[in-house]
């Protein structure tokens, strides 16, 4: 099975990263995916386990342990990755 | 023996609208080319262009204008200055004689247009010199590239980039076809001469002439406020039409022209333009920041005399004056994320004294974007310069083929940013994009940005550096950091670096 | 010579006039709008490279007042290569340039 392109942006960047997935990968092998591309390259690092994934027009974090398909994402869909509310407060994005 | 004054005989030499006898008036003059709203003739016969200019005075004055320009570029000085100048500056030079020179050479083609399917005889007069015009644009600006090439091969774009697939070049292009290529003259009138060129050009080529003048640049100073003053005649071949439109009743027509033509200008010019004056100039040579060029030149000159032209001001005008704070802040930040996809040395322009000079020019600056530079300066110190290197391309707005970016502490627009026609996905950077988009979308579903190109497997190997060389990027002529990380070190010690 | 700092207003409102590009022959055109333009206020801002003139409304620059002020003979178009922009709308004769709105506001 081809690889999935999607669009991926992230709570406090500024960018639109083009990013590709296997179909059949996980959540949250996307996530670890995306956020590689961010978290601590452009935003300061934190542990995956604080950092989830919606649907740019959705609220619902995606299950991490559903297949990329199964979480309904196809290709050139946008997903944003989004992380536990801080200290500081809520999400900004 | 006297001559006669130019006001004497202009209106006579100019009524050129003679009936056809061979071909139909349709056949002479196609809607498609010539006025789509099919104007009457009498609301053409009240075109009276406001600048007039005879063909003698036109070569006298454009010779003078000519060696002027050439006068004070003398050899041995003008490679003084480059060999002093610096990097940033050197940057300045090729990015706006690769984003202009071919440019404005290609815009013979609008002014032709205008020149010869024209319904007024006066815009035919004024475009033929406008034709003139932009083939000087053209040559002088090679002509002072091909002279620094000795500096840098990079130069070499002023001449090279409209015919790659560079990404900057793809976006120049669609710009360039929609703006003022592929419209009938009316159009083109209003989208070229009175959005593009009586607005933009005003900010890139008299205000930079002043940060060159403060720059010790002269020469460069003097070529462009030089073409300015050409652009400043044929600029007017605009505003008579949009005076006749309104009065005729085809306001909307004109309303809707400007407001599509001017906002891809504004996308193109602050890529252009609000990257080099809040971050390529040197911090001292500043005259003004973006906000405050586009407060001057777009804002109080344009927006006046929109409104004295019985226009409004395009409906989004709200949303613009908050976007000219943040947009070109991220269109920065990507050339130098992405510097080797562009052919010229990008520099960071985030030291210690200039972010003080952001955060007073656009406060909150060091909150959002700031933050942004933070952990890349972190990275860098680290040793981490590989983190600064993108892995993949970003996604391109589907209408403007710019990066689509966000002020980092603002949501994104997500359901307004984005469209399905006819089973395809489009993303925009804005409600503007899109409803431009919307507004005619088979003229533009069919375009393919680089991501469509990548897509579509026409760049090979599918990698990051197949695509550098996909965008006919050689090794040499790539961007680096132009200050080889320093800004990163600024005001810390000691400086550990590897050099880039 | 009235010179003073750009505000962020102000162009907006009614002012119009020339921005040329620096030299002895703008400040001839400076020196001729005073003369041609009497009962108003001219503000030049200075920015270097060009120097940007505002009058109220309309502004006027005379052939005949600009040959006073070079003492020399002057064409009209002469102003052309030193004329990079403009506030207001134009009207270009061979006796004057004037800048103007239609529409106060």
């Known amino acids: 099975m081809s690889d999935l392109p999607l669009l991926v942006s992230c709570e406090r960047d500024f960018l639109v990263h083009l990013v590709a997935i296997p179909a059949e990968a996980r959540v949250g092998d996307l996530i670890e995916a995306a956020a590689s591309l961010v978290v601590g390259v452009h935003v300061p690092d934190r542990p995956l386990s604080t950092v989830h994934i919606r649907k740019i027009d959705g609220d619902a974090a995606l299950p991490i342990d559903a297949t990329v398909t199964d979480a309904g994402i196809e290709a050139m869909d946008w997903v944003h990755l989004f992380f536990d509310a801080a200290p500081e407060g809520e999400p900004v994005q | ?500 | 010579m009235t010179t003073a700092s750009v505000r962020s207003d102000g162009l907006s409102g009614n002012m119009v006039g020339p921005v040329l590009r620096a030299g002895e022959l703008a400040d001839a055109v400076v020196e001729a709008i005073h003369r041609d333009n009497p009962d108003q206020e001219v503000t030049v801002i200075d920015k270097r490279a060009y120097l940007r003139v505002q009058v109220l409304g309309e502004c006027v620059v005379r052939r005949a007042t600009l040959e006073e002020v070079l003492r020399r003979p002057f064409l009209m178009q002469e102003i052309e290569p030193i004329l990079a922009s403009f506030a207001g709308q134009i009207e270009s004769t061979e006796r004057y340039v004037r800048f103007f709105l239609d529409h106060r506001r």
């Open chain 2, 1 to 500: 023996m006297t001559l006669l004054q130019r006001s004497d005989w202009y209106d006579v030499a100019r009524d050129t609208n003679w009936t056809p006898s061979f071909v139909s008036e349709a056949d002479l003059f196609p809607p498609e080319m010539s006025d789509p709203f099919d104007m009457p003739k009498a609301a053409w016969a009240e075109y009276d262009e406001p600048y007039k200019v005879s063909y003698a005075e036109y070569v006298k004055v454009q010779r003078e204008k000519d060696a002027g320009v050439y006068a004070v570029n003398t050899a041995a000085a003008r490679t003084r200055f480059m060999e002093e100048a610096g990097q940033r500056w050197h940057s300045i030079l090729k990015l706006h004689f690769g984003a202009v020179s071919l440019a404005e050479s290609s815009s013979q083609i609008s002014e032709g247009r205008m020149a010869r399917f024209g319904m007024a005889p006066g815009m035919r007069n004024m475009a033929t010199f406008g034709l003139l015009d932009e083939i000087r644009h053209g040559q002088t600006q090679l002509y002072f590239a091909h002279e620094s090439l000795k500096h840098s091969p990079q130069f070499n774009f002023a001449h090279k980039l409209l015919g790659t697939q560079e990404w900057g070049a793809i976006m120049t292009r669609a710009t360039l076809d929609d703006v003022f290529l592929g419209r009938d003259a009316v159009t083109t009138a209003i989208m070229l001469t009175f959005a593009f060129e009586t607005g933009f050009t005003n900010m890139q080529f008299i205000g930079l002439a002043g940060d060159a003048a403060e720059a010790g640049d002269t020469s460069f100073s003097n070529l462009i406020s030089s073409i300015q003053t050409d652009e400043s005649r044929h600029a007017q071949i605009g505003a008579p039409l949009l005076k006749l439109m309104v009065k005729n009743g085809y306001k909307d027509e004109a309303q809707k022209a400007v407001d599509i033509g001017f906002w891809r200008t504004y996308r193109f010019f602050a890529l252009l333009t609000g990257t080099v004056i809040d971050y390529f100039m040197p911090l001292e040579k500043r005259t003004s920041s973006f906000k405050e060029f586009m407060e001057e030149w777009i804002v109080g000159q344009f927006e006046r005399t929109l409104l004295d032209m019985g226009l409004d001001l395009p409906w989004y005008w709200d949303f613009f004056l908050e976007d000219i704070e943040s947009f070109h802040h991220g269109m920065h930040i990507g050339w130098w994320l992405y510097r080797d996809t562009v052919w010229f040395n990008v520099p960071a322009g985030v030291s210690p004294a200039e972010r003080d000079w952001l955060e007073s020019k656009y406060p909150g600056w060091n909150d959002s974007w700031g933050r942004l530079w933070s952990q890349i300066g972190e990275n860098i110190r680290a040793g981490r310069t590989d983190l600064t290197v993108p892995k993949t391309l970003p996604v391109v707005c589907s209408f403007n083929n710019l990066p689509m970016v966000t002020d980092p502490s603002k949501p994104w627009a997500g359901k307004d940013q984005m469209l399905t026609y006819k089973g395809k996905k489009y993303y925009f950077q804005s409600h503007v994009e899109k409803w431009v988009f919307e507004q005619d979308p088979e003229r533009y579903a069919a375009h393919q940005t680089l991501i469509d190109q990548f897509l579509a497997g026409r760049i090979q190997p599918p990698t990051y550096e197949g695509a550098l060389n996909y965008m006919g990027l050689s090794p040499v002529e790539r961007g680096k950091d132009a200050e080889n990380f320093a800004w990163a070190f600024a005001g810390r010690e000691p400086r550990t670096m590897a050099a880039e």
